[in-house]
């Protein structure tokens, strides 16, 4: 049973308020505020069919059912549904499509996504395209009468591209092609691809999300009830759902989501002008920079400009990006991002390596590339281990 969040008006609850209010509501057995961690498989039922909604858990969880309503309010959406991962909602939109079908995706996505497409389902018949997706027309070149979905991210990892939604979603719409977006990095805290005519909205609720790295979890949230309906039989089909205790870590991570962003926006900030001046930095991406290629369009469609950054060191090889990272204190170097604490990895050696490194370098994902998640630490503390580590 996928979860239904029938949206309240906006006069009626704001960002902020959503994270912590939005789709839900006390329990009704003893009236918790917080949904309980309902740790079973299974539901008694008082005749064959007769149940009080909910019949083995892989169909539905009530801690699952209140994932799923949060994730449908705070992404604007009706529809919410929680997996066992992200890679596992990117891999239930991809069943949406038979042998014969093309996608179209940016050409430097998550090195995971990038493995997904080419490695699991190219094999069954289905085509991808990897194109520079912050030049829509690059896109449009693309599309054939094949063509069935575009699968973007915005800002793209790791090389903090924009993409435009708007235009994304007017080109999608001309074609009559799915668009979804992975929100991972923005988070709809940031931006919200649904309202700007995306038809599904992906997470790595991982991330910042679930904001404390505890918890694999993934998440898609759509509005059309056709859309949600097929995409609930494979998530029930497949069968990659989150477990319950997921379901309750993620969602009490989604109630300080808007306090976390603002740090991590303002950490993300301060580091991000720290490392373009400093003299031994060759270059920063960061989409709040006036110099980012896309910088308009990310003002346009994005409330602030998020907590990840990447750079290269002048002159820097494969070495000497790892010697940097190896000397992090207060950064860890580990996968993922977007936790409370700072992160610092190595694309092409960690989050990217699925992808051939002629592949990666085409994208600017080059050996000297060090990527940051700015967590919500003292910035000074932050930029003092930057400092220490450059040298």
Known sequence: MYAYHKKMSKKDLRFNSKTIHGGQ??????????????????????????????????????????????????????????????????????????????????????GGSYRLFRRVFEKYGIKFHFVGMQDINAVAEKI???????????PTNPMMNVVDLEAASQLAKKHNLLLAVDNTFATP??????????????????KYLGGHSDVVVGALVVKDKELAEKLYFIQN???????????????????????????????????????????KIE????????????HEVARKQMKGFGGMISFIPKGSSFEDAVKIVEKLQVFTLAESLG????????????THASIPKEEREKSGVVDGLIRLSVGIEDVDDLIADLEQAIG
């Not at 990659?240 to 900030?269: W, Y």
Request: charged share 15%.
């Open 25 to 110: 509501h006390p329990d009704k057995a003893y009236g918790a505020v917080m949904p309980p961690i309902y740790q079973t498989s299974t539901y008694a039922q008082t005749t064959p069919g007769g149940h009080q909604g909910y019949e083995y858990s892989r169909s539905g969880n009530p801690t699952r059912t209140a994932l799923e309503n949060a994730l449908a309010s705070i992404e604007n959406g009706n529809y919410g549904l929680a997996f066992a991962s992200g890679l596992s909602a990117m891999d239930a939109v991809i069943k949406l499509l038979e042998p014969g079908d093309e996608v179209i995706s940016t050409n430097d996505l998550y």
């Open 237 to 279: 089909a497949s069968g990659a759902v989150c477990g319950p205790m997921d379901s309750f870590l993620t969602l009490r991570g989604i109630k300080t989501l808007h306090v976390r962003m603002q740090r991590h926006c303002e950490n993300g900030e301060a580091i991000a002008n720290y490392l373009a001046k400093h003299p």
């Open 283 to 294: 270059k920063v991406y960061w989409p709040g920079f006036k110099s980012h290629p896309n």
């Open 189 to 206: 805290y940031l931006q919200q691809p649904l309202d700007f005519g995306a038809d599904i909205v992906m997470h790595s609720a991982t």
């Open 144 to 154: 054939n009468n094949k063509t069935k979905l575009l699968w973007l991210e915005t």
């Open 339 to 350: 936790g409370v604490e700072s992160l610092a990895g190595h694309p092409a050696s960690m």
